[in-house]
T-cell receptor, first 114, second 116 residues
Framework: QQQVKQSPQSLIVQKGGISIINCAYE??????FPWYQQFPGKGPALLIA?????SEKKEGRFTISFNKSAKQFSLHIMDSQPGDSATYFC?????????????FGGGTRVLVKP | GAVVSQHPSWVICKSGTSVKIECRSL??????MFWYRQFPKQSLMLMAT?????????EQGVEKDKFLINHASLTLSTLTVTSAHPEDSSFYIC????????????FGPGTRLTVT
């Protein structure tokens, strides 16, 4: 019940296009959903996060959509740039204060072609 | 702000030896730090939760006698891989959770361990 399933495993998008990554969870106790970006050989960096009291959150070119009833959330990267080429991880935590353990999705490798 | 460092960034050691990895929160205090392990092209796997002044809590399947964790201060946690073997070669990442104000946890840059 702690699992977070992420898809697709990889995607290729043209510069300027939209990258969409989906995640689904089972544990209804999860109430904090962050997305991380990781470049090769580096630690993950927080991109954007959402809590279940809102259905959408936007920060610059990154948008999270959240569907509580379906237990799904997604990341949209608008106007994708070559510099966005990285691995993206969704995660979930049962603690609103984000102090509890994160459960990570399997990751999505995004390649943005110029 | 909210910078987490790890030292060393990479290390090569011989099989049977021990290696210590440090995780420091540079500009905030962290009561809780987490240690993750990541194999190539895979996700992060939580190994243990480190709380300042108390024993670490290990995830199921993680050998606590092999992966020794010490969180002696509010800015430093260490992971010691004892009697390392080639299968311990991996990317080890720590994260720190600020004590005050409560906020997202911040990740270190990772340590690449290669055991020969």
């Amino acid at each position: 019940q702690q699992q977070v399933k992420q898809s697709p495993q990889s995607l290729i998008v043209q510069k300027g296009g939209i990258s969409i990554i989906n995640c689904a969870y089972e544990n209804t106790a999860f109430d904090y959903f962050p997305w991380y970006q990781q470049f090769p050989g580096k630690g993950p960096a927080l991109l954007i996060a959402i809590r279940p009291d809102v259905s959408e959150k936007k920060e610059g070119r990154f948008t999270i959509s959240f569907n509580k009833s379906a237990k799904q959330f997604s990341l949209h990267i608008m106007d994708s740039q070559p510099g966005d080429s990285a691995t993206y991880f969704c995660a979930a935590s049962p603690d609103k204060a984000a102090g509890n353990k994160l459960t990570f999705g399997g990751g999505t490798r995004v390649l943005v072609k110029p | 702000g909210a910078v987490v460092s790890q030292h060393p960034s990479w290390v090569i050691c011989k099989s049977g030896t021990s290696v210590k990895i440090e995780c420091r929160s540079l500009d905030f205090q962290a009561t809780t730090m987490f240690w993750y392990r990541q194999f190539p092209k895979q996700s992060l796997m939580l190994m243990a939760t480190s709380n300042e002044g108390s024993k670490a809590t290990y995830e199921q399947g993680v050998e606590k006698d092999k992966f020794l964790i010490n969180h002696a201060s509010l800015t430093l946690s260490t992971l010691t891989v004892t009697s390392a073997h080639p299968e311990d070669s991996s990317f080890y990442i720590c994260s720190a959770f600020p004590t005050n104000p409560r906020d997202e946890q911040y990740f270190g840059p990772g340590t690449r361990l290669t055991v020969t």
